[in-house]
């Protein structure tokens, strides 16, 4: 059996989310050498602004930022129907169980409590990305499926006034 490799273009996109400048270097270019797209934004707004920009499989915020906490921008993206299932991970210290407690709330769907092992990270995030991509494959599926029922329902209602038609030519 051959492994296939992605290309490039079909490595997962993820937004990172980091007012501290050295550290969202240090974040881009370790999750760029895991072998991901990497977008940064410095703030919430300009995050969601990415978002609007070019398709994102995850985002991984810091939850403790100004203007526009992790929370608020978790709350942004699960406001948008677009990007209901994008997985959103909220990084936040140790010493702020409520600020994890903020992120759940706010539909964050994990919390990275610092400081973390950057595999048991990257663990995460693959994990986040497979179950995403799982429910994007079942909600196309589900379509199709939607459409096998209304064309087998004009089908049938075809067929019902095509023999209404014969019975009443008797």
Known sequence: ?????????????ILVVEPNRTNLG???????????????????EA?????YRLPIELVLSELNMPRMSGAELARAIRGEVQWDDIPVMLITGKSDPKGAVR????????VI?????FEVL???????????RSVQRLKQDNAALDARVVERAIQIGELKD?????RSRR
């Not at 059996?1 to 996109?13: F, K, S």
């Open 1 to 13: 059996m051959q492994i296939r490799h992605p290309t490039p273009d079909e490595r997962p996109r």
């Open 122 to 132: 990257i663990a995460r995030i693959e994990r986040r990305i497979e179950w995403a």
């Open 162 to 166: 095509a023999l209404n038609a014969a």
């Open 47 to 51: 995050a969601i602004a990415e978002l």
């Open 113 to 117: 409590l610092k400081p973390f092992h």
């Open 103 to 110: 992120a759940y709330e706010s539909g964050a769907d994990d």
């Open 26 to 44: 240090v974040m881009a270019r370790r999750l760029a050498e895991a072998g991901y797209r990497v977008t940064t934004a410095d703030n919430g």
